[in-house]
């Protein structure tokens, strides 16, 4: 008698979905608990620290919150990408050239401030739509390979910053950095006590946008059939190149906007290694949320806390941070690979 | 005692049973049909027999003794051979390379190509050993398949599909051959959705319905009709009734095109025609012979060399695809899955492909209206699903044809380009198809139909151009012309006289 029997069709119901992604998160988390015990840690109170610190105490909740914005930003970008077939990896391009142009406004321009955010916002998102509009230019005129010109390019945006801050935009001091910000620039905090600041706002405003995008528009619908299939997207009379640029200007800004958040949020000037990886965890964050662009926010907000919690593991518990970096892509793994098994059943009889 | 049976064979599939007790007796030197609608169970049924799918239960007995077949090298082993609708040769080996690909022992090309000689003497196959299969003709490639079995020691040959491919000669030749097979005692097996072939070459035939099996006569004790019947399971019209229409004035009209394919062969040398209202000219040709790429060009999927097309007098050569739409062409692809529909979006996203501008609300789309569209579709072609959230790729081959023609047709454009609109498709579906065609043409509709089925061209056409290695090489009366005419036109071996 066989125990596990192959189902008709997946299992797809919220609650079969929910278990499955739950069971992912907690098998990751065993396999995590054996890595503790290297260093001779009980793992609950790894755990304790790990997750209390983001989630239960309103000053880590608010790093939380911090850490949140640009990942949101991010994942959106890749899933506009991503679902429109192009498969853009150079968020952390579009993140530094976003912030750079960001600075520059801030530190040249003197606008009040309710007027430097609109502009800030509009000339940033219009430099991480060219940078990753040039990406798409290419692959609709002449097939190029976007997903190796990309990720090229991430380096050639990140040489570009390390100059500006080296060169023409560096303060006088000792590190490749410039000046501070003016304070009417920054963008406002939010929870008194924290550091959270108004950038959340701007990343729940921009996951509604890329839903009404995707699932609500005319050129979202286009957007998604020239991804599932450009020859029917051909068929339909839809301009697939046209498309392709159209999506990749919107994760480029996406993108940009993330720096944006960052720089006018949290570091408040622009820096060398401002970025710290968020293009690409963006992108795993998309991923975990199934490239659905409402799932984005709570994957963000479970990896940031993750990230700020992984700090106060160390000071806590004595574990490396990097444990978490581990833990994390478990997580991701799992999930992943948890479809399989909404596709069994288990007989008990 | 039967060479070949199969007792009591049933099969699941996630959501189907494919197989339900299915009882099945080949004899020696006999050619058996195994008759069905697609997905009445008749291909999975040889897969097992073949070994490529196990079976939940039931079983295979050879010359009377029970025999295990797990994989394909067991049922070589036994003498089993499958030619696939697919052959799988490698192009650039020459046919002997090809024969001995997968077969244990030491390498001796020299003395496999003087026993593929002989054999292909023996069975009057006409097979060079030593040439490549790139090289080869369809037919021929057919031919090295067969080989390949015989060459295997192959007491039962199966395929699937033979004629799908192949021109009225070469379709000829084949059955001369598998004559000759069956004279030697071996045992075939043809899976097919064609009536008319079976009546002509098989002496039984099984036929299969919802994986269940109806009936096996004898082929002289039947008709086509009686064949159809057990088939679908009701009465079905196999000619096309066809009423008089005033011809009207050309709509769509294509002067000299030129295309070329992705590879720069130019596939469309010089075509000239014109279809008028209330008109369906048929294109009739072998695969391969021009007649997709004069269709992408006619819609602008693909750019003309020279030449030009012209909608209502106005030309339209060079304008997007959607501004084609606008002007009235409405087209169905012969690539159903990936031109003529996403099979992972919902029937109603599927329903507005080609229309979504005009189901809008300013930047947004119109739920409402969509909603509505796709309902009235679904009702008025008889799509069967289960609701218009339903992903197109679940549906039928037949149920997405249907689906794709009647959102062309529901498009209302004054004409319309359609190409091999019931290829794979069971007799059930073609009826209703046809149907849909001839209502349009009485409308007042003009057609561009692309078939390499004669039947359907001659039971559907005002007008068969005939085209050959990318040309018209005639454009006949369909009332007037016979299959054996334009069977020789298509193969390229008469001009229209």
């Known amino acids: 008698m066989k125990l596990i029997e192959r189902r008709v069709s997946p299992a797809d119901s919220p609650l079969a979905v929910t278990t499955a992604m739950v069971g992912a998160a907690v098998v990751a988390m065993l396999i995590t608990s054996l890595l503790f015990t290297l260093y001779k840690a009980n793992p609950l109170q ?9 989630f239960a105490s309103w000053r880590g909740f608010g790093y939380t919150l911090v850490r949140t914005a640009p990942l949101t930003l991010i994942a959106l970008g890749t899933i506009v990408s991503w679902r429109s077939g192009f498969g853009y990896l150079g968020f952390e391009g579009c993140f530094v050239i976003g912030a750079a142009a960001t600075s520059w406004l801030a530190l040249n321009t003197a606008f009040s401030s309710w007027a430097f955010l609109p502009l800030a916002l509009l000339l940033s998102f219009a430099a991480g739509a060219a940078w990753a509009g040039m990406v798409a230019l290419i692959r609709a005129r002449f097939g190029g390979n976007e997903v190796l010109i990309s990720l090229m390019m991430n380096y050639v945006a990140i040489l570009i910053v390390q100059y500006l801050v080296s060169g023409p935009m560096r303060a006088p001091g000792g590190v490749p950095e410039t000046a501070l910000l003016p304070r009417a620039t920054w963008l406002p905090f939010i929870l008194p006590g924290t550091r959270a600041h108004a950038g959340i706002l ?74 710290g990886g968020v293009g690409f965890t963006g992108i795993i964050v998309a991923l975990l949320a199934k490239l659905n662009p409402l799932a984005v926010i709570p994957a963000a907000v479970l990896y940031g806390g993750m990230t700020v919690g992984a700090n106060a593991m160390q000071r806590r518990a004595g574990i490396p941070s990097s444990i978490t970096f581990i833990l994390q892509s478990l997580i991701v793994l799992m999930v992943l690979a948890s479809d399989i098994f909404r596709r069994y059943r288990v007989k008990l009889t | 005692m039967p060479a070949f049976e199969m007792r009591k064979i049933v099969k699941r599939f996630p959501g189907v049973v494919a197989n339900r007790d299915v009882d099945i007796t080949i004899e020696a030197g006999e050619i058996h049909a195994l008759l069905g609608e697609n997905g009445a169970g008749k291909s999975t049924l040889m897969q097992i027999l073949y070994g490529f799918h196990s079976m939940d239960s039931g079983s295979i007995l050879i010359d009377g003794k029970p025999v295990e077949i797990a994989s394909p090298r067991d049922a070589i082993a036994l003498g089993i051979g499958m030619v696939h609708q697919e052959f799988m040769l490698v192009p650039r080996f020459s046919v002997v390379e090809n024969t001995v690909l997968g077969l244990q022992g030491k390498l001796d090309l020299r003395e496999a190509a003087r026993r593929l000689r002989t054999l292909s003497e023996q069975h009057h196959l006409a097979v060079d050993p030593d040439a490549q ?23 039962l040959l199966i395929l699937d599909e033979p004629t799908a491919v192949l021109t009225t000669h070469e379709k000829d030749q084949l059955f001369t051959v598998l004559r000759g097979l069956r004279s030697e005692g071996h045992s075939i097996v043809i899976v097919t959705h064609k009536l008319q072939e079976i009546v002509d070459l098989a002496d039984r035939v099984t036929v299969m319905r919802d994986g269940q099996v109806v009936a096996t006569v004898s082929t002289r004790e039947t008709t086509e009709q009686e064949l159809a019947r057990l088939m679908v399971g009701r009465e079905v019209n196999l000619r096309a009734v066809k009423v008089p229409v005033e011809r009207g004035k050309a709509i769509l009209r294509v002067e000299g095109l030129h295309v070329r394919d992705e590879v720069g062969q130019e596939k469309v040398r010089g075509v000239t025609l014109d279809v008028h209202a209330g008109e369906i000219v048929g294109i009739a040709g072998v695969d391969g012979n021009g ?207």
């Not at chain 1, 697939?240 to 996406?254: E, I, Q, W």
């Not at chain 2, 299969?133 to 007491?155: C, F, M, S, T």
């Open chain 1, 202 to 275: 701007l990343a729940l405003l921009a996951t509604l946008l890329v839903w009404v995008l995707l699932r609500k528009s005319r050129v979202g619908y286009e957007l998604i059939v020239s991804g599932l299939s450009p020859s029917a997207a051909r068929f339909g009379g839809i301009n697939v190149g046209a498309r392709l640029v159209f999506a990749a200007f919107c994760a480029g800004g996406l993108g940009a906007w993330a720096g944006l958040v960052e720089v006018l949020g949290e570091q408040h000037r622009l820096m060398d290694g401002i970025s």
């Open chain 2, 291 to 497: 007649q997709s790429q004069l269709a992408e060009a006619i819609m602008h999927l693909r750019p003309a060399d020279k030449g030009r097309i012209f909608l209502h007098d106005r030309e339209v050569t060079r304008l997007t695809v959607a501004q084609h739409r606008a002007f009235g062409l409405a087209y169905v692809p012969a690539d159903r899955r990936h031109v003529g529909a996403v099979t992972e979006m919902s029937i109603a996203d599927n329903a507005i492909l080609g229309s979504q501008g005009k189901h809008t609300k300013g930047p947004f789309l119109n739920t409402r209206k969509i909603r509505e569209h796709a309902e009235k579709l679904i009702t008025r072609f008889g799509v069967r699903a289960t609701s218009i959230a339903t992903k197109a790729g679940k549906l039928s081959g037949g149920n997405l044809q249907k689906l794709i023609l009647g959102r062309e047709i529901l498009e209302d454009a004054a004409a319309m380009v359609v190409e091999q609109p019931t290829r794979g498709l069971d007799v059930g579906a073609i009826e209703s198809i046809w149907a849909e065609l001839l209502a349009q043409r009485e409308r007042g509709k003009a057609i561009l139909l692309i078939s390499a089925e004669l039947e359907e061209l001659m039971n559907l056409a005002d007008r068969i151009a005939v085209m050959f290695e990318g040309r018209i090489v005639g454009i006949l009366n369909a009332a007037s012309v016979t299959t054996e005419k334009l069977g020789l036109m298509i193969s390229g071996l008469s001009e229209e006289s």
């Open chain 1, 46 to 54: 790894a755990y304790f620290a790990l997750f209390h610190e983001p």
């Open chain 2, 133 to 155: 299969v790139q090289h080869l003709p369809i037919g021929v490639q057919q031919r090295v398949e067969i080989l390949k079995l015989l060459y295997r020691d192959a007491r």
